[in-house]
């Protein structure tokens, strides 16, 4: 048990919907739902009834949610009284790829709020990894870029760590050649040619798929297991 699923069942009891609560919270209703559950499940008592008007307090519910008030309200005269006085700043984190567009929308950010309140962090890291921050609580955002080479994957990790994602932009793919480079005229370059490049001068087959990876902002196991098919 934990005072942010005590805070859950208090929200949704005072709204008496999920939908509305997990608006409240900022979360979504998936992982709203499966902490009251979890919740539910520890203590061995059904706190909500659901229906199709919404939910209901259960008996036993009500009970409990006067003693989750007075735990609530206690935690918060101590955080008043102890915490903010110190003038903690709040933490805000992103997770991210190195995205030009990204970096500048931070420094703005930082600018617009200041660091009175907040204090803020950046990390740039692999596309897996930015959306394990976001599931672990690292970080508050992610940014990661999705095309139609790792959407599949993409997709289902992001399902699986029970997070949502929302387009900020759409952007295309731009590559720059000498206009005397052997690919130069070419629409399209597939893996097969974007690895041989790296090949040829030298690299291993090991190091080719971490540079490919790089140049495409996927991960190496994207690259692997794409020419493992």
């Not at 209703?29 to 539910?40: D, F, M």
Request: proline share 1%; charged share 30%; net charge negative.
């Amino acid at each position: 048990m934990t005072l942010t699923q005590l805070r859950y069942v208090i929200t949704i009891a005072d709204t008496g919907s999920m939908n509305e609560a997990a608006k409240a919270l900022f979360i979504s209703q998936p992982s709203l739902s499966q902490a009251v559950k979890e919740l539910e499940t520890e203590i061995g008592v059904e706190l909500f009834k659901r229906s199709n008007r919404g939910v209901s307090v259960t008996q036993e519910g009500i009970e409990f949610l006067g003693y989750a008030r007075q735990v609530v309200e206690q935690y918060e005269l101590i955080e008043s009284h102890y915490i903010e006085r110190k003038n903690v700043k709040k933490k805000f984190g992103v997770s991210m790829q190195h995205y030009t567009f990204a970096v500048n929308a931070f420094v703005e950010m930082v600018r617009q709020f200041g660091m009175d309140e907040y204090e803020f962090a950046v990390r740039e890291t692999k596309t897996y990894e930015v959306i394990e921050d976001v599931k672990e609580f690292r970080s508050e955002i992610g940014i990661i870029y999705i095309n139609n080479f790792n959407q599949k994957v993409l997709t289902k990790m992001i399902k699986e760590s029970d997070l949502e994602f929302h387009p900020i932009l759409d952007c295309g793919v731009y590559v720059y050649l000498w206009k005397g480079h052997p690919l130069a005229n070419k629409e399209e370059i597939s893996i097969e040619e974007h690895m041989e490049i790296y090949e040829k001068q030298g690299m291993s087959r090991k190091d080719a798929m971490k540079q490919v990876a790089k140049d495409r902002g996927v991960s190496k196991r994207d690259i692997y297991s794409y020419l493992m098919k």
